[in-house]
């Protein structure tokens, strides 16, 4: 069955640019997302990308998607400490009226000052 | 951004009572809600999905009689956990598809959750 995967931690300095991987295995995504979820919390869904796209910039995020090598990341330029979160990378399965979501098991950010 | 109101935020409750979660959609009418099951440090995993006004679809493994699932109305969908067990204690999310406006297609917008504890 479909797949998504992350790698489960990555820690920045305030400042820096922070870039999370995610690996899909279902070329036929229609859409792939990218959520941040706080401790707590439900998760907030910080941007999307359709599959025919290469590239999706908002504000600080930059979402890269490499269709051949199923591979999608996000950039958060200048990250805060108020970017310490678990960030999940999703797909949505192709389906009637939109597929079900596929959730990666989530990338957790560490911030430093 | 589509607003998805969950309730209660959390709740504990004794073995072998029920608990109901609702989940709302606020501004926008959603004929397909989503609950999702987190444990701690993992992945959402998908319960089932819930149809206004038909039965839920759920996943392979989820107990359809332990779970009970009802849409009664476009921006209330609610979950019931039937005599629950301290091994249902997790952290319950719903998300909401809007499927019309300009929202369309888009998205799922997810509640806060709700940790229930069963003890």
Redesign the interface.
């Known amino acids: 069955g479909e797949d998504v995967e992350q790698s489960l931690f990555l820690s920045v300095r305030e400042g820096d640019s922070s870039v999370i991987n995610c690996t899909y295995t279902d070329s036929s995504s229609t859409?792939l997302?990218w959520?941040k979820q706080e401790p707590?919390?439900?998760?907030?869904?910080l941007t999307?990308i359709f599959s025919n796209m290469d590239m999706k910039q908002d504000q600080r995020l930059t979402v890269l998607l490499n269709k051949k090598d199923k591979h999608l990341s996000l950039r958060i330029a200048d990250t805060q400490t108020g970017d310490s979160a678990i960030y999940?990378c999703a797909e949505r399965e192709k389906g009637n009226?939109?597929g079900?979501?596929i959730?990666?098991?989530?990338t957790e950010l560490s911030v430093k000052p | 951004?589509a607003v998805?109101s969950?309730h209660p935020s959390w709740v504990i409750c004794k073995s072998g009572t029920s608990v109901k979660i609702e989940c709302r959609s606020l501004d926008f009418q959603a004929t397909?809600m989503?609950w999702y099951r987190q444990f701690p440090?993992?992945?959402?995993m998908?319960m089932a999905?819930s149809n206004e006004g038909s039965k839920a679809t759920y996943e392979q493994g989820v107990e359809k009689d332990k779970f009970l699932i009802n849409h009664a109305s476009l921006t209330l969908s609610t979950l019931t956990v039937t005599s629950a067990h301290p091994e249902d204690s997790s952290f319950y999310?719903c998300?909401a598809?809007d499927?019309g406006g300009i929202l369309m297609?888009?998205?799922?917008?997810?509640?806060?959750?709700t940790?229930l504890t069963v003890v």
Not at chain 2, 41 to 44: A, T, V
Not at chain 2, 105 to 113: I, L
């Open positions: 859409y997302y959520y707590g919390a439900g998760l907030q869904l999307y999940f009226q939109g079900k979501l959730f990666g098991q989530g | 951004g998805v969950q397909t989503f440090k993992q992945s959402l998908l999905t999310i998300s598809r499927l297609n888009t998205e799922a917008f997810f509640g806060q959750g940790r």
